[in-house]
């Protein structure tokens, strides 16, 4: 089993629509959790850290529930240009030494 | 604002030969991380350094050594490189004492013949 799982799609949603992604994670012990957008051929891009409380951004709101070990992402009002692989990330630190573990990525996108 | 500078952004190597690929992190940024993307898969972490030690080792081969320098840019060397080896090689840099929230670079694509 990945140590951080998602769905990968593809998701395939009509422009103005609301799409949500989830992602779980089995490390327990794990930190700092992130959503990362990736165009094809392109690096990484950081989109959001995700903090216990949730946070919003614009369209994008972030959640994370510690209990249940899963992290959500939700976009609204998509745009053409939100079309792009989104990547759930969990950083897990021991020792004070800490690595960025990435799900497969969840692709999504915006249709016309 | 100033990102992540990687070279060359692409390489074309054949089978046993040697790559060095450069790295130079956000200024002021301490820590600089390697990850492997193979075509379809997510990026892999190969290995990081924090203030010029190396601090964790992830899934990286022993044909590869890494270090990073006094001036904090980082070098990958990959040696008897192997067509497996080609790959999207992403350099990323973070403040450890910040969110430790990763910036990456636009990478170097390897292409091994």
């Known amino acids: 089993r990945k140590e951080v799982e998602q769905d990968p799609g593809p998701f395939n949603v009509p422009e103005g629509a609301t799409v949500a992604f989830n992602c779980t994670y089995s490390n327990s012990a794990s930190q700092s959790f992130f959503w990362y957008r990736q165009d094809c051929r392109k690096e990484p891009k950081l989109l959001m850290s995700?903090?216990?409380s949730g946070n919003e951004d614009g369209r994008f709101t972030a959640q994370l529930n510690r209990a249940s070990q899963y992290i959500s992402l939700l976009i609204r009002d998509s745009k053409l240009s939100d079309s792009a692989t989104y990547l759930c990330?969990?950083?897990?630190?021991?020792?004070?030494?800490?690595?960025?573990?990435f799900g497969t990525g969840t692709r999504l996108t915006i249709i016309p | 604002a100033a990102g992540v500078i990687q070279s060359p952004r692409h390489l074309i190597k054949e089978k046993r030969e040697t790559a060095t690929l450069k790295c130079y992190p956000i200024?002021?940024?301490?820590?600089v991380y390697w990850y492997q993307q193979g075509p379809g898969q997510d990026p892999q972490f190969l290995i990081s350094?924090?203030?010029?030690?190396?601090?964790d080792k992830g899934s990286i081969p022993d044909r590869f050594s890494a270090q990073q320098f006094s001036d904090y840019h980082s070098e990958l060397n990959m040696s008897s490189l192997e067509l497996g080896d080609s790959a999207l090689y992403f350099c990323?840099?973070?403040?450890?004492?910040?969110?430790?929230?990763?910036?990456f670079g636009p990478g170097t694509r390897l292409t091994v013949t």
């Open positions: 990323a840099s973070s403040l450890r004492a910040a969110s430790y929230e990763q910036y």
């Open positions: 350094f924090y203030e010029k030690m190396q601090s």
């Open positions: 995700v903090y216990s």
């Open positions: 200024p002021r940024h301490d820590t």
């Open positions: 990330v969990v950083n897990s630190r021991t020792f004070g030494n800490e690595k960025l573990t």
